[in-house]
C-alpha cells in the first residue's frame, strides 16, 4: 500500500464542495510540502496544486490545497464535470529518501 | 513552451535492460532536477528516481540498484537505463521537470 493514504473515491453533484484528503507521517507531510496532481483519462497527470496550496498559472480558483500537521486536503468547490479525473498528492519523505504518492483518488461528477 | 518528451519504450523479456530518454526544451535544462515516474495498467503513481543539477541521484526502493538515472546537459536529455528488468516493471514511464511539468510517457513492456 502506499505511503500516503487517500480514499479511493469521492463523487460530487455540479456545484457542490469536495475534500479530498490525504494523510502521511511526520517524516513525509509533516517535515514537507504537499502537491496535487490532476489525471484525466488517458492522460499524463498534471501539476494542480504546489507547495501545499499554490496554485500554478492556469489552473482555476476552484481548486485549492491545504496541510496541517501530518494531512493534507484539497477542497474543489463548485465541482464541474470536467473535474472528473483522478488526484494524487505527493511529498519527499526524509526517512525514505524518495518522493512517495497517495494510492490516488477518483473524483466522479454525477 | 517548457516541454518532455520521453522515448524508447518498448517490448523486454525479464531480466533485461533497456534505455529511455527524455529529450527537453522551453527552459534551462542544467539548471533544473529531472524525475522519473511511472505508472502501471490501471494502477497509482510510483517515483522511480531524480537527477539533479551536478548529477547528485535519488532512487525509489523498488528499482535501487537496477536503474540508473543519467543527464547530458549539452544535449538537454536525461536518461532512464533500466537493468535486470522484472514483470513488474511493465507501467507508462513519465519524466518531470522538477516535479511539475510532466512528458508524455513512453510504455515499457517486460514479458517472455
Known amino acids: 500500500q502506499s505511503v500516503l493514504t487517500q480514499p479511493p473515491s469521492a463523487s460530487g453533484t455540479p456545484g457542490q464542495r469536495v475534500i479530498i484528503s490525504c494523510s502521511g507521517s511526520?517524516?513525509?507531510?509533516?517535515?514537507?510540502?504537499v502537491n496535487w496532481y490532476q489525471q484525466s483519462p488517458g492522460a499524463a497527470p498534471q501539476l494542480l496544486i504546489r507547495?501545499?496550496?499554490q496554485r500554478p498559472s492556469g489552473v482555476p480558483d476552484r481548486f485549492s490545497g491545504s496541510k496541517s500537521g501530518t494531512s493534507a486536503s484539497l477542497t474543489v468547490s463548485g465541482l464541474q464535470s470536467e473535474d472528473e479525473a483522478d488526484y494524487y498528492c505527493?511529498?519527499?519523505?526524509?526517512?525514505?529518501?524518495?518522493?512517495?504518492f497517495g494510492g490516488g483518488t477518483k473524483l466522479t461528477v454525477l | 513552451e517548457v516541454q518532455l518528451v520521453a522515448s524508447g519504450g518498448g517490448l523486454v523479456q525479464p531480466g533485461g535492460s533497456l534505455k529511455l530518454s527524455c529529450a527537453t526544451s522551453g527552459f534551462t535544462f542544467s539548471g533544473s532536477t529531472v524525475h522519473w515516474v511511472r505508472q502501471a495498467s490501471g494502477k497509482g503513481l510510483e517515483w522511480v528516481g531524480r537527477?539533479?543539477?551536478?548529477?547528485?541521484?535519488a532512487y525509489g526502493l523498488s528499482v535501487k540498484g537496477r536503474f540508473i538515472v543519467s543527464r547530458d546537459d549539452s544535449k538537454n536529455v536525461a536518461y532512464l537505463e533500466m537493468n535486470s528488468l522484472k514483470i513488474e516493471d511493465t507501467a507508462v514511464y513519465y519524466c518531470l521537470r522538477e516535479m511539475d511539468v510532466w512528458g508524455q510517457g513512453t510504455t515499457v513492456t517486460v514479458s517472455s
Open positions: 505527493a511529498t519527499w519523505d526524509e526517512s525514505l529518501s524518495a518522493w512517495v
Open positions: 507547495s501545499n496550496n
Open positions: 511526520t517524516s513525509n507531510i509533516g517535515a514537507r510540502d
Open positions: 537527477i539533479r543539477t551536478k548529477g547528485t541521484t
